[in-house]
């Protein structure tokens, strides 16, 4: 029906259109007619004025000859004028081009913008308005659902979010306060983790905000619907903020690895920081991270390597000299006493933390090597008060002290 | 001979102008930087009405605690200061630095309103709806930014919204040095 209709329409339309194409054409009055028409006039007065004898003959005869010679002119002028007659060809394909073209072109614009059902656009704008409320009210829902339920992290996250959504993008103090409280009810909400980073990163710190980020995206499921835009996000804080950032690509091609060959990999990396640290060797930091990373990979005679020359350029201590030690204890083979560079490193540690548990056992063995059995008593028995009552090793402690009586 | 070497003119315009532009291009300089008079002088003067009600009007006095502030120019109805307004916040709450906020020509209840919405950094905040008061600032426009050392003396100018950069780099080292 409503295809019919507007089938009605447009034949109407171009009905109407067609009216003044179609309708006979007033034959079309060249001005040589008029002009012919005035002359003969004139030439009929003159011969009236002659027969009434109120002309003389002569003047009548000038006349006549100037008459003509106006007619002769106007016929000239009109050989000139009657290419315009092509435009009767155009007059006649004229209307059956319209006939069909505006039908076609209409169709082919509806087809392109348009489809039944598609709501009316009127020209006065109040499109444009209701999107306004429609945020108020969001954010007029979200405050009125998260006083009701204060302790809700759904409502505290979506109140954040709403208040932020308000502010353009920023995340605001109040939308602030909503995600801490909404990660303090339900600690690993990934909504309030992401607008915290995203608070932290637009207050201009952006090391936090990237550390937040990437501590979500590892506990986050690979299917997470998030993931795309964190790591958008990643991407655009550390560019932004300067800071190297592996790329997407190197990410996920590490993922799909297998593992043999992710450690591989991670193994040609470390060698690539080594490469650089015997170019650059005054930098202490690579050399720590160098250790760090040649001891996660149980490579701990070159992790001690690498820690040593860390220590060369300024002495460690706190946890990378317990790191160190650690590295170096771990090559010392079952049962054997160490070697007088864990030692020394071990001395540096018991020193800096006289209570230290891998310090006191090691040393003990290396006075019982040396012959010194008091100081490896002592040494062990300051080790076994320090033990808890059911650790499994206080045996093997007792038996070993009981070696050195 | 006279005549043939004014034909050379049009080359020697064109060699001054190409000389200049690659000057431009390679000396670093940054055209859009307008440098500012302030930095390095002792504070212009600062009476302005409390933008918060109640409060009494902000004076020179302020800039003269002994302690360094900043001083922030802002207005609701500026794009650039929401994008600031974070680090702002940031400098307050976990910093603990002192600023002064000036909404300029922005309508009290409207700067207000916008404070509420976003959180309040300024300890201080006043108003200068004609900007009367900018004028002895040598203010552009919004938000520019002034860090004012213990002794009332102008010692950074920001023309932009200050970046993380700028405040990571220049504005808290300088305020933890003057502490």
Redesign the interface.
Known sequence: MLEFLLALLTTATVALLLVPLLKPRLTATARLDNDLAIYRDQLAELDRERAAGTLPEAEATAARVEIERRILVAAEQDAHETRREQSATLQRFLSPALCLAIPLIALGIYLEIGRPGLPSAPFVPHAAAPAAPNLADEIAAAKKNAAEHPDDPEALSALGEALTMEADGVVTQPAFEAFTRALRAQPGDARAIYYLGLHEAQAGDSPAALKRWRALEAQSPPEAPWLAMLRAEIARVSRESGMPVPSQDQVEAMGRLSPEERQKTIRTMVDGLAARMEANPADRDGWLRLANARKVLGDNPRASEAFAKADALKPVDGQTLVDWAEAEVRQIPPGMPPPASAVKVLERLEKAEPRNALALFYLGAASLASGDKKAAAQRWKTLLALLPADAPIRAMIEEKIKETE | MNSRALYLLPLLTLLIMAGFFGWSLMSGRDPASIGSVMVNRPAPPLNAPALRPGEPALTGDLLKTGKPVLLNFFASWC?PC??E???M??LR??EGVTIIGIAWKNKPEEARAWLK????PFAYAGTDFDGKLSLDWGLSGVPETYLIDANGVVRLHYHSPI???D??ETILPLLRAGK
Not at chain 2, 117 to 120: Q, R
């Open positions: 794009t929401l994008a307004h974070p680090l916040m940031r709450e976990r919405k976003l959180g309040d970046t993380e950069r405040l990571n």
